[in-house]
Nanobody
């Protein structure tokens, strides 16, 4: 059974940084990748970044490329999202999820999000 627990959310000023963490268990590296997505009430969820657990290859949505960095610690079974040069548009609930490739998915983030945690809230304000 896949379990994911996000933490690290909070309030940050525009231009600031924040690092989110996600403790995971029950994920099979050969089958799944891990991803971060966010959602704002009333809007569709937005896939942000993904890391393949077998190869450590990463994929980023253009909306966060060069600002956000996904990484993992296999020993601690923790996934991270380092967010730099944050913008007010980054304010959202952030989730980590196990993901699989979706050839029919949107080009911006062609992965199906399968299971996710309870999320962690991020606010960006001056």
């Amino acid at each position: 059974q896949v379990e994911l627990v996000e933490s690290g959310g909070g309030s940050v000023q525009p231009g600031g940084s924040l690092r989110l963490s996600c403790m995971f268990s029950g994920v099979t590296p050969s089958t799944f990748s891990l991803a971060w997505f966010r959602q704002v009430p009333g809007k569709e969820r937005e896939g942000l970044a993904l890391i393949d657990l077998a190869s450590d290859i990463t994929f980023y949505n253009d909306s966060v490329k060069c600002r956000f960095t996904i990484s993992r610690d296999g020993i601690k079974k923790t996934l991270y999202l380092q967010m730099d040069r944050m913008e007010q548009s980054d304010a959202a609930m952030y989730y980590c999820a196990n993901a699989t490739c979706d050839s029919g998915g949107p080009p911006a983030f062609p992965y199906e999000l399968n299971t996710w945690g309870q999320g962690t809230q991020v606010t960006v304000s001056a």
